[in-house]
């Protein structure tokens, strides 16, 4: 099992990014995914999830109406379109997943926002 998280850079505060999770080993619409991003000093904070099957989702009161998690079962990979970016959504984004009572979790891709 293997995640690997891309689309992270630099853009300024309003501007757009989209990430992607690129997931192997496993079919992702059979587990929830997850999003979370953390800063220096801070716990990780979960972002978004989308469920299984259905594919209802989650997003945290700070990220609500900006962003928008996905999944591209295609391409075995789940995306997180970040609009209306602020300085706060300044961190290292990770995505998750939870295997048979086993996390993995990505490498984490960058995001910095900023004028």
């Known amino acids: 099992v293997q995640l690997e998280e891309s689309g992270g850079g630099l853009v300024q505060p309003g501007g757009s990014l989209r990430l992607s999770c690129a997931a192997s080993?496993?079919?992702?619409?059979?587990?929830?995914m997850r999003w979370y991003r953390q800063t220096p000093g801070k716990e990780r904070e979960l972002v978004a999830f989308?469920?299984?099957?259905?594919?209802?989702?989650y997003y945290s009161d700070s990220v609500k109406g900006r962003f928008t998690i996905s999944r591209d079962s295609a391409k075995n990979m789940v995306r997180l379109q970040m609009n209306s970016l602020k300085p706060d959504d300044t961190a290292m984004y990770y995505c998750?997943?939870?295997?048979?009572?086993?996390?993995?979790w990505g490498q984490g891709t960058q995001v910095t926002v900023s004028s």
């Open positions: 998750r997943t939870q295997i048979r009572g086993v996390e993995y």
């Open positions: 989308i469920s299984s099957a259905g594919g209802s989702t």
């Open positions: 080993g496993f079919i992702i619409s059979s587990y929830i």
